[in-house]
């Protein structure tokens, strides 16, 4: 099982920005997709950005030309860029890592982060 820290959330004012990262406990490299998901108060949890383990990156819609999501190889990390952020954005942010091991699919979650966007 791949162990995942998130960091970085917080309370910031609409048009602000965050950085989030997620540490994973070994080498991205071994890692399919890595992503971010959010779950506002009384939603399901919904697909942010994700990145594949060569470098193609996906993002929901509602976030294309705001957020920016990066791997930090070198430190097994994965950064979510976060500009121009609105109310609608709050939730907690969860890294998720998706990984083929052993003939076998795993999915293995962080514990999450708040972000909260409000004056």
Known sequence: ???????????????????????????????????????APGKQRELVASITNN???????????????????????????MNTLKPEDTGVYYCLASYRRDGNSYDDWGQGTQVTVSS
């Not at 970085?8 to 080498?27: D, F, I, K, M």
């Not at 990156?57 to 920016?68: E, H, I, L, P, Q």
């Open 1 to 39: 099982q791949v162990q995942l820290v998130e960091s970085g959330g917080g309370l910031v004012q609409p048009g602000g920005s965050l950085r989030l990262s997620c540490a994973a406990t070994e080498s991205i490299f071994s890692i399919n997709v890595m992503g971010w998901y959010r779950q």
């Open 55 to 81: 470098g193609h990156s996906n993002y929901a819609d509602s976030v294309k030309g705001r957020f920016t999501i990066s791997r930090e190889s070198a430190k097994n990390t994965v950064h979510l860029q």
